[in-house]
């Protein structure tokens, strides 16, 4: 498999595991399982197990031989914190992560609540410690420099991520992303097929904190004043690939003046398959879609006012231009 990525927002995949199974909304056109599933059963082919679950033990080590520094998206095949993978192939491989501090990795996942429960545990930092010793430092020098990435503070090269479809799973997600030790926290809002107030889901961290205040309280005491309480980059992007749903404009803009308001950086990866009409496209199925997501084809008298034509373009030809403007902060790799 290639390492190099047509993901904008990072330099390359690393996928020590391949495989996975559908959680929620964002799942439904996964780009890897179509992927992987149509080489199923094809004798020797990477993919022969579709999209099963796979340890890949034999790349564990790639990170290790790339020797200038690289962003690099783990798992683009899978979900890392998926429930079949085992805590200590998990610990393995951030136990590669902790010996290459030269590379940025970015860690994204469906599957929040395992993620926080096992990167809280003081007793997984010890199998991370344990599973590099023994089987990735190549000399004492190395095993030294990553120990002393694992002094009790999260590993400073590790962003971790959840994914952001809509507000249900923001509400859910987020505030288990707050919850989770990291150096750096980050959203992933594609594909995004709602409305998302990001705050709502801060104010929810804030409950679950047990400060218990109510929003407006929350406001009054300036604890929200500042930012977003610790998230330190949304990603948006409307979806691509067969069956695609549409972004609604508002969705897009909404998530980047949140970003906006709050010093966060902001990248707009794509449109997906449907752009705006308005931007000048005059071919292509139309979808008419509302800010609640609701489709009006056919009832075009019915819809309501925030309404938009969408354009089934192509994701090229779509584009990621927002207002006339890319958009394209991240926070510095190391
Ligand atoms: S969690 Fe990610 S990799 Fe797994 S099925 Fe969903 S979209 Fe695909």
Same mark, same amino acid.
């Given at each position: 498999?290639?390492? /190099?990525?047509?993901?904008?927002?990072?330099?390359?995949?690393?996928?020590?595991? /391949?495989?996975?199974?559908?959680?929620?909304?964002?799942?439904?056109?996964?780009? =890897?399982? /179509?992927? =992987?599933?149509?080489?199923?059963?094809?004798?020797?082919?990477?993919?022969?197990?579709?999209?099963?679950?796979?340890?890949?033990?034999?790349?564990?080590?790639?990170?290790?031989?790339?020797?200038?520094?690289?962003?690099?998206?783990?798992?683009?095949?899978?979900?890392?914190?998926?429930?079949?993978?085992?805590?200590?192939?998990?610990?393995?491989?951030?136990?590669?992560?902790?010996?290459?501090?030269?590379?940025?990795?970015?860690?994204?996942?469906?599957?929040? =609540?395992?993620?926080?429960?096992?990167?809280?545990?003081?007793?997984?930092?010890?199998?991370?410690?344990?599973?590099?010793?023994?089987?990735?430092?190549?000399?004492?020098?190395?095993?030294?420099?990553?120990?002393?990435?694992? !002094?009790?503070?999260?590993?400073?090269?590790?962003?971790?991520?959840?994914?952001?479809?809509?507000?249900?799973?923001?509400?859910?997600?987020?505030?288990?992303?707050? &919850?989770?030790?990291?150096?750096?926290?980050?959203?992933?809002?594609?594909?995004?097929?709602?409305?998302?107030?990001?705050?709502?889901?801060?104010?929810?961290?804030?409950?679950?904190? !047990?400060?218990?205040? /109510?929003?407006?309280?929350?406001?009054?005491?300036?604890?929200?004043?500042?930012?977003?309480?610790?998230?330190?980059?949304?990603?948006? &992007? !409307?979806?691509?690939?067969?069956?695609?749903?549409?972004?609604?404009?508002?969705?897009?803009?909404?998530?980047?003046?949140?970003?906006?308001?709050?010093?966060?950086?902001?990248?707009?990866?794509?449109?997906?398959?449907?752009?705006?009409?308005?931007?000048?496209?005059?071919?292509?199925?139309?979808?008419?879609?509302?800010?609640?997501?609701?489709?009006?084809?056919?009832?075009?008298?019915?819809?309501?006012?925030?309404?938009?034509?969408?354009?089934?373009?192509?994701?090229?030809? =779509?584009?990621?231009?927002?207002?006339?403007?890319?958009?394209?902060?991240?926070?510095?790799?190391?």
């Amino acid at each position: 498999m290639a390492d /190099t990525t047509g993901i904008e927002w990072t330099d390359s995949t690393w996928n020590p595991v /391949t495989g996975c199974t559908k959680i929620s909304d964002g799942c439904t056109h996964c780009y =890897a399982a /179509t992927f =992987a599933e149509r080489w199923r059963g094809i004798p020797g082919h990477h993919f022969e197990a579709g999209f099963d679950i796979i340890l890949r033990p034999e790349r564990l080590r790639l990170p290790m031989t790339w020797t200038k520094p690289r962003r690099i998206f783990l798992d683009s095949m899978s979900d890392l914190f998926h429930q079949d993978i085992p805590d200590t192939y998990i610990a393995q491989v951030f136990a590669i992560m902790a010996l290459t501090p030269r590379h940025t990795y970015q860690v994204l996942t469906k599957r929040h =609540a395992r993620m926080k429960a096992l990167l809280s545990r003081a007793t997984f930092w010890h199998d991370v410690a344990q599973q590099g010793r023994e089987h990735f430092a190549r000399c004492q020098e190395d095993w030294l420099a990553a120990g002393a990435m694992l !002094g009790g503070k999260p590993l400073p090269n590790v962003w971790l991520g959840v994914s952001v479809e809509d507000q249900k799973w923001a509400d859910i997600r987020i505030p288990a992303l707050l &919850g989770t030790p990291a150096a750096v926290r980050f959203l992933s809002c594609e594909p995004l097929l709602g409305p998302v107030n990001l705050k709502r889901a801060v104010i929810t961290m804030g409950s679950e904190r !047990g400060h218990g205040l /109510t929003a407006s309280y929350v406001h009054a005491a300036g604890c929200c004043e500042s930012g977003l309480h610790g998230i330190d980059w949304v990603i948006a &992007g !409307g979806e691509s690939g067969p069956g695609a749903r549409p972004m609604h404009p508002q969705w897009a803009r909404h998530l980047r003046d949140q970003c906006t308001w709050a010093g966060v950086p902001f990248f707009l990866k794509q449109w997906g398959e449907h752009a705006p009409e308005d931007h000048g496209h005059d071919r292509g199925a139309i979808t008419l879609i509302d800010t609640q997501g609701r489709t009006w084809n056919g009832r075009e008298a019915l819809a309501p006012p925030d309404a938009v034509r969408m354009r089934r373009v192509g994701k090229k030809a =779509a584009g990621r231009l927002l207002d006339g403007a890319s958009y394209d902060a991240a926070p510095a790799a190391r």
